[in-house]
């Protein structure tokens, strides 16, 4: 089993910038997709951007341009960095990770956006 470790959330400025940050730990496999995913109030469980092992990224279309993610494999680490944030992206972001031997979650931060 994979644990999933998220930090970097809280209360930013609308314009304002974040770095979100997951550690992975326990059972990872050599190949896997680290990833964030977003849950906003009263909505479902979205894809913001995933990263393979060799660094192939998928970034939601409508994201393109605010959002980069990155990894550190020598780390198990996966980042998410957000520019030119508004209110519409607060949310309780979610760390994720996928390999063959199934899916894994973090517990979440909560990242506010005040306009």
């Known amino acids: 089993q994979v644990q999933l470790v998220e930090s970097g959330g809280g209360l930013v400025q609308a314009g304002g910038s974040l770095r979100l940050s997951c550690v992975a730990s326990g059972s990872m496999s050599s190949i896997n997709i680290l990833g964030w995913y977003r849950q906003a109030p009263g909505k479902q469980r979205v894809m913001v951007a995933t990263i393979t092992t060799n660094g192939y990224t998928s970034i939601e279309e409508s994201l393109k341009g605010r959002v980069s993610i990155s990894r550190d494999n020598a780390k198990n680490t996966v980042y998410l960095r957000m520019s030119s944030l508004v209110p519409e992206d607060t949310a309780v972001y979610y760390c994720?990770?996928?390999?063959?031997?199934?899916?894994?979650w973090g517990q979440g931060t909560q990242v506010t956006v005040s306009s």
């Open positions: 994720y990770n996928a390999a063959a031997r199934g899916i894994s």
